[in-house]
């Protein structure tokens, strides 16, 4: 047990490391006419490393689950996604050594289960995409692993007060 809370205290030490180390994606200011009166900005979130606006989502879903005490050492991660969450969720499982499961409509496109799989993550895909969840559950019982669920979790996982998600990002960029 004491040797999982150090694991624990080492895994959350890297994913606050992680988001030290990235600079905040831009808030790119796009001319309009001056005569339309609107101004225009476009926030780039496809600079972060794993070219996915779920960066953010996946690195609190991980800590909520880490705090949580429902990730360990050995506990498989399994996410239901079309893909874009699980890009960024299979690089953070990687950077703390965890398994992890991507559950996936079989129509996903080859280019995103290419980037999951190089991630080292495994990709189980469904034929029927409303059984998406079912099976994300089912894996995850059969792993004895974490089923991360981003619907359920992402508005308990990302603090509204403001833990670097995008609304809070562009507040502060567009700021005084
Ligand atoms: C993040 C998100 C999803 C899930 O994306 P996946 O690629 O399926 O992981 C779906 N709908 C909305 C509105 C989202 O913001």
New binding site residues.
């Given amino acids: 047990m004491l040797e999982n809370r150090q694991w624990v205290t080492e895994a959350i030490g890297l994913l606050e490391a992680e988001a030290h180390r990235s600079a905040d994606t831009p808030l790119h200011r796009f001319m309009l006419p001056r005569e339309w009166g609107i101004d225009l900005y476009l926030k780039d979130e496809s600079v972060h490393p794993t070219g996915s606006l779920?960066h953010r989502?996946a690195r609190s879903l991980l800590l909520y689950g880490l705090v949580g005490g429902r990730i360990g050492p050995d506990t498989t991660l399994v996410?239901a996604?079309?893909?874009?969450?699980?890009v960024s969720e299979a690089y953070f499982a990687q950077m703390l050594g965890l398994e992890f499961v991507a559950v996936m409509p079989a129509s996903t496109s080859p280019d995103k289960i290419a980037l999951i799989e190089a991630a080292g993550a495994r990709c189980h895909l469904v034929d029927d995409p409303l059984r998406l969840y079912d099976e994300a559950e089912q894996v995850a019982a059969e792993t004895s692993g974490y089923y991360l669920d981003?619907f359920l979790n992402a508005e308990r996982a990302t603090d509204w007060r403001g833990n670097n998600n995008i609304a809070e990002s562009i507040f502060h960029q567009a700021g005084p």
């Avoid at 996604?81 to 699980?86: K, P």
Wanted: charged letters at 20%; a neutral charge; aromatic letters at 0%.
């Fill in positions: 779920k989502l996410e996604s079309s893909g874009s969450t699980a981003q």
